[in-house]
């Protein structure tokens, strides 16, 4: 999957899992310790102090959320809500709630999803305001390879059911290659919607997309859809780094992105994580400041932190990423990006953000401090294939795989 942010069938064999609760857990590399003053986060930010005697020893496990679903892509909830909303890759949202997928999906626009490639409905964010408005948007491509976004409504008089009349949003035109489609759509703290494109597809970004400001792909695209219509559905914010310039450069955010598959907005700290897949060698994680505009992380220049193809190659204005790591056997092949730690069910790992890899399956977590990251860990050994990560409304973490299963990620003390 050195290709892509997904690969849907690949050759890494699902692996089985097991409940935590009253069964064996999931195989671990790592046992953390417990301090009594909690475990993550920079410049207070992290977690508030643990009563506890002194240090505990426990492990990080999984449990079973829910099974049974259709190639889960994403899942995510408005806050505070006990509900769970999984994407599926064929064109569905589904509930989950207490361990049980809906009979009725709260959202089916499967007969105008493709899927050929990395294709799919890949994601949906909830509007800030969604306790008011009920409006939720989503990303998907067609079966032309395009990449669409859209905005739905709840039902007036159902919770569990969207209204299936779309407004458009953004259509962004993707039919060279059929991987590289990004894939998140996402809220960030200052309300605006941010959108990961993938570069286009090919080896190498032969269309030269990610340095390409003409273009919308390899970019991180932010626009403001808070008075959306089909009139005008969306507004471009005027802090944008390349506002007013010509062929939609507005709507970029930052750019020289391979595949940023997914990324994170970490509020406490105003912070941005983005998982920017690698080509042949190079997995890296980007953290920055969210407010900062127009940055160029570095495709197809480079591939992490080395040069890609010629060496020495002109670094002048390229962001360099905070980790990073190889394709090899304590690697992997794709990176899977997750999430900040801002729930309160494993008060030791505040702050921390984790992640994994397609081929290693393996969960880990560093805490960023100090410009670097720092105190890496792998508190997992494998989680089988892990697609993607989730987040619910009370902020717990859950990870996503391709044996159809949301796993939800526990603590048990040893």
Known sequence: MRSGGWRPGGDVAARPFSSSRGMKPAPLLLTALLAACGGGGDEGAGGGAVNAPGPRAFTL???????GLDQPMFATAPAGDARLFVVERPGRIVIVQGGTRSGTPFLDISARVGTTGEGGLLSMAFDPQYALNGFFFVYFTEPT????????RVSAGNPDLADPAPLRILTIPHRAFSNHKGGLVRFGPDGFLYLGTGDGGGGGDPLGNAQDLDSLLGKLLRI??????????????????????????GEIWAYGLRNPWR???DAPTGRLYIADVG????EEVDVNPADSAGLNYG?????GSSCLGATPCNRTGITLPVLEYAHDANGGCSITGGFVYRGSAIPEIQGRYFYSDLCSGWLRSFVFSGGVATDPRQFIASMGTVISFGEDGQKELYVLTDAGQVLRIDREFR
């Open 299 to 303: 495709w197809n220049v480079m591939e």
């Open 279 to 282: 080509q042949d060698r190079i």
């Open 263 to 265: 990324y994170a907005f």
């Open 61 to 67: 496990v999984t449990s079973v959320a829910a099974s």
């Open 224 to 249: 403001d859809v808070r008075n959306s219509s089909a009139a005008a559905p969306y507004a471009i914010p005027s802090a944008n780094p390349f506002v007013g310039q010509p062929n939609r450069r």
């Open 145 to 152: 390879g395009d990449i669409a976004i859209e905005r739905f």
